[in-house]
Structure formats: C-alpha cells, structure tokens
C-alpha cells in the first residue's frame, strides 16, 4: 500500500513549481523510509497533487537545527515561531527537544 503525506492548500503550488523540496514530520506514524513513494494529498480538500519520492532523510532535535537544514522548507521568524507552528498541528508535547524527521522528495 503506499503511503501519503497531507499538505496544507498554499504548499501545493510551492511543491508543484519545486521551491518546496522538503517536509519535517513529528512522531512519525507511517514508518518513512528513504526511497519510498508516496501520494501528496491536499490537506483541505482531500485531492491527491502529486505523487512523490523520498529522496533523502535525516533526524534530528528541533533545537539542533541550522541554516542548511531549512533549504527547501518553509523558514520560520525564530524557535518559538517554529515551535508554535508545530504545536499547532501536534499539541503541546512538541519542544526543542522533540525529534523529527526531515525528509527530502522529488514529484515522480
């Protein structure tokens, strides 16, 4: 069965011209895996996009995160930006300690 990631309706557009080349993802629960492909659905609306490959992945601490690590992914203004944000999707247990995966794609 493959897999699919959900993004939110103003990333659709930065995926499909290519500026958004990466997604970070908290508690993974599908178990991604380098080279896997997966269907990019649009959050709101439930429409599949496009369909993806993942190209590179890698771990680490929200805290620990530099520079290189946003090229290809939305920036924020600072660490409590950031962390806002993911609170917002994933509740109050995400910190700078939180680990997550950021996962390089490729539209296929």
Known sequence: MIKSLKFKP?????????SKCSTWRLFDDKDLTEGDEFLMINKET??????????????????????????????YKDQE??????KGYYGNKVTLGTSIKMIDFKLI
Do not use: S
């Open 10 to 18: 103003h990333l659709v557009q930065q995926i499909l011209d290519g």
């Open 46 to 75: 439930g429409e599949e996009f496009a369909k993806g490959q993942i190209t590179v992945m890698r771990e680490k601490k929200l805290g620990e995160l530099d520079d290189a690590d946003f090229v290809g992914h939305e920036g």
């Open 81 to 86: 930006d950031m962390l806002n944000h993911y």
